[in-house]
């Protein structure tokens, strides 16, 4: 079957560095996305990765390693607004997305 | 990015009417629409993937006749929840693919209560 997988919740300082990783088990894959949700909003599109290594956007990069179905969300400066759940998905052989359950992020002063 | 417009943002119902959820994409042509539905704190579940003209694909365990899709244009796609209950009561999500893209734009979700 097709898994995504990601941490529950994590819990970071502000003006900190998180690392919230993503753990794939696809048929084919054809790219995979980081989309960032808050609480009663639609997910926002962070970042896509079809190619290994990093993407850097500014506070926000993305990692991504197909051979081993690894990828991972990495937020630099964390500011309070930046809590939110960051959902994983993979978009498979047919072009659909498999979503990961996403992963609550919850900022502290 | 490209813009999906989804309308109504909120609505409240009483228990056995429909409710019709409009999804269009304001500047590119959909070809695919995606339905989610979202309950408090769990992640999107995919109800039906529609491609324009075209009969809706629907998700295991989703009822195509209550949860009615049409996309009968490239910009307009619509969920209707037939006689709806309370336990239909959640956070209805659409998301709009163009024939090239990759990324699928979200609208900005619906949030159904049913009384």
């Known amino acids: 079957g097709q898994n995504i997988d990601q941490p529950t919740e994590m819990t970071a300082t502000e003006g900190a560095i998180v690392q919230i990783n993503c753990t794939y088990q696809t048929s084919g894959f054809n790219g995979l996305f980081w989309y960032q949700q808050h609480a009663g909003e639609a997910p926002t599109f962070l970042s896509y990765n079809v190619l290994d290594g990093l993407e850097e956007k500014g506070r926000f990069s993305s990692f991504l390693s197909r051979s081993k179905g690894y990828s991972y969300l990495l937020l630099k400066e964390l500011q309070m607004k930046d809590s939110a759940s960051y959902l994983c998905?993979?978009?498979?052989?047919?072009?659909?997305?498999?979503w990961g359950a996403g992963t609550k992020l919850i900022i502290k002063p | 990015g490209a813009v999906v417009s989804q309308h109504p943002s909120r609505v409240i119902c009483k228990s056995g009417t429909s409710v019709k959820i409009e999804c269009r994409s304001l500047d590119f042509q959909a070809t695919t629409m995606f339905w989610y539905r979202q309950f408090p704190k769990q992640s999107l579940m995919l109800m039906a993937t529609?491609?324009?003209?075209?009969?809706?694909?629907?998700e295991q365990g989703v009822e195509k006749d209550k949860f009615l899709i049409n996309h009968a244009s490239l910009t307009l796609s619509t969920l209707t929840v037939t006689s709806a209950h309370p336990e239909d009561s959640s956070f209805y999500i659409c998301?709009?693919?163009?024939?090239?893209?990759?990324?699928?734009?979200f609208g900005q979700g619906t949030r159904l209560t049913v009384v």
């Open positions: 998905a993979v978009m498979d052989s047919n072009y659909q997305l498999i």
């Open positions: 529609s491609n324009e003209g075209s009969k809706a694909t629907y």
């Open positions: 998301s709009a693919r163009g024939n090239r893209d990759t990324e699928a734009f």
